[in-house]
């Protein structure tokens, strides 16, 4: 079976559509397409059209490449088998996340310097060396693209062996609701996860933690508003009562 690249678009109410393509060796190039599902049973078979441009035109409508998968004559997608099955601590899957940063270059520098920011606070974090955080690629890939200072698309998947730190990065830029940055973080049923992560009780079960567990890294990323230690400042207030 061919390699076929495969994009997706999210509806705003869950439901998604997949789009996948292929270069043969007669230069042609075949589109297959439908409702996301094990099966694609639209397809078509075109000639003088560049793979680059076709999948640029998709993207720009707001599909995002998921994988590369096989698919048969059929329609059939079949996805690869890892060559090493992840140790999730938590069962199995991955959130799919995309950003499209379609805005000026001094939007895209700001957007750099708050990426660099918040990777600076996640090395100071006291238990960082011992976190999954190199197994994650999309630091510094996000952090080249945007001290690139022009528009970029990028896309991919966290899963639970990569730890919760790159969702928490992830919803933090989110939550900075930089103009003209869409960024986008769904589940394996295609939910959309917002930017509020006491409401994403779900995705903390994802990632074997809770809101206790996380809330330290949430503060000092910003996530999160710190909490009032009343005790502590009782201490530190001389005793006036008579």
């Known amino acids: 079976m061919a390699v076929w690249r495969l994009y997706r678009y999210r509806h705003s109410d869950g439901r998604s559509k997949d789009w996948a393509v292929s270069a043969n060796a007669d230069g042609t190039i075949t589109t297959r397409w439908g409702r996301t599902a094990a099966r694609l049973p639209g397809v078509s078979t075109r000639k003088g059209v560049r793979l ?16 590369e998968v096989e698919i048969d004559s059929e329609g059939h997608v079949h996805f690869p088998e890892p060559a090493k099955p ?41 238990d960082y060396a011992a976190m999954p955080h190199p197994l994650w690629k999309g630091w510094q890939r996000l952090s080249d693209l945007a001290l690139g200072a022009e528009p970029f698309s990028q896309s991919g998947q966290i899963k639970p062996a990569h730890g919760v730190l790159p969702w928490l990065f992830l919803m933090t830029l989110k939550q900075q609701g930089f103009a003209g940055v869409e960024i986008g973080i769904a589940t394996e049923s295609s939910r959309e996860v917002s930017a ?29 508003k710190p909490r009032l230690n009343l005790a502590s400042l009782l201490s530190d207030t001389d005793d006036r009562w008579f």
């Open 86 to 126: 992840d140790p999730p601590p938590s069962g199995s899957g991955a959130l799919y996340w995309h950003i499209d940063c379609r805005v000026s270059q001094e939007v895209c520098l700001a957007l750099a310097s708050e990426i660099r920011r918040l990777i600076d606070v996640i090395h100071s974090l006291p």
């Open 196 to 224: 509020d992560l006491k409401a994403e009780q779900e995705v903390l079960d994802f990632f074997g933690t809770d809101l206790d567990r996380i809330r330290g890294t949430a503060e000092m990323l910003g996530l999160l």
């Open 52 to 67: 680059f441009d076709i999948e640029k035109q998709k993207q720009a409508k707001g599909y995002v490449f998921v994988a």
